[in-house]
């Protein structure tokens, strides 16, 4: 049973930043396609970043670009995303999910089959 644990979030002003981590046991890491979600209070879950098996494509939503990050430690089996510069609107539960590997970024969230509980992140002004 693949499980997928976030860590990292939290209470920051606007302007700072967080780390948000994804522990995933139970499968095999390295073989899957990365990607962090986030969902803010009446709205639905929006894609946020991804990143290919091997760390070689990475992708983002626009609002993102320049101020996060998205990074892997295969070894350590976890998915990190760098979170500078944030502003309130980046306020969400974040979510992190694995899906097979693709050619292409994959931005959807049913193509993604495990997913982790959550993460808050709420930025004050």
């Known amino acids: 049973q693949v499980q997928l644990v976030e860590s990292g979030g939290g209470l920051v002003q606007a302007g700072g930043s967080l780390r948000l981590s994804c522990a995933v046991s139970?499968?095999?890491?390295?073989?899957?396609?990365m990607g962090w979600f986030r969902q803010a209070p009446g709205k639905e879950r929006e894609f946020v970043a991804a990143?290919?098996?091997?760390?070689?494509?990475?992708c983002y939503v626009d609002s993102v670009k320049g101020r996060f990050t998205i990074s892997r430690d295969n070894a350590k089996k976890t998915v990190y995303l760098q979170m500078n510069s944030l502003k309130p609107e980046d306020t969400a539960v974040y979510y992190c999910?694995?899906?097979?590997?693709?050619?292409?970024?994959?931005?959807?969230?049913?193509?993604?089959?495990?997913w982790g509980q959550g993460t808050q992140v709420t930025v004050s002004s």
């Open positions: 139970g499968g095999t890491f390295s073989t899957y396609d």
């Open positions: 999910a694995a899906s097979a590997p693709y050619y292409n970024c994959r931005t959807r969230p049913h193509d993604y089959v495990y």
């Open positions: 990143l290919s098996r091997s760390g070689g494509r990475t």
